[in-house]
């Protein structure tokens, strides 16, 4: 059999929807999450704590490649796991039940998300997980109820996500988010970073982005590639009380030690 193409997992799920544009990152939520954009030269977009590599190369011409610029969330699906073995929650019942918009009764707690160690930008192998107020970030919450403590972990997630987000604007603007991985099926994940990052967010109806993406790479990157329908659109709702909440959590992950 033949090889046509050779790639890593995350490398090709870029390529599900074709030759990726430069305006777009693509964010893969699973166990970990990815936050990827291409780049048009290996020496564009040096950003302190983020990863450039080598996306994809042609092996004739040799000279033909792409690079992208790459952030890393280790507690995403992972912190959904701690949480699960914490309180006995049904998560996959949990996340489908919860409102896009939190009501405040619900969003009074922020979470300092170590599971798994911070990946970019900060990387950091070892940092605490904990609960604390949303009010004041220094003091640590030892009781709440499960749905406070599920909403506080999702938005660790995003704002996880859209520090990354972020810091790759530094190099570029960016006018949209697509994601994809098991996680994308939570509209409060979506949404909340849609609201962190101000940049509209797309679902599609495609959840398993890397086979599409290899086949597209084992094709040879046709110009006619078949688009994916978007299943919904997140756009930025102005949620001033989403973005008081990003800002005092990381607050509270400066207090220990992380900053960007």
Known sequence: MPVRACSGDQSAAVFAFGVPAPTTAFVNVGTGAFVQRALATSGAGATPGLLRSVLHAESAPAHKVAYSLEGTVNGAGSAIDWLARRNGLDMTRALQTMPAVLDASVATLLFVNGVGGLGAPYWLPDFPTKFVRAVSPQLE??????????????????????????????????????????????????QTLAEATGLLVERPVLREATARGIAFLAAGRPPAWQSVPVERRFPPMGQPAVRERFERWRVAMALHGATA
């Open 141 to 190: 919450v030892t009781e709440a109820t499960d749905m406070q403590e599920l909403a506080a972990v999702v938005e660790s997630i995003s704002f996880l996500i859209a520090v990354n987000v972020d810091a790759m604007q530094r190099v570029a603007p960016l006018s949209r988010l697509v994601i994809v991985g098991g996680l994308s099926n939570c509209d409060c994940l979506c």
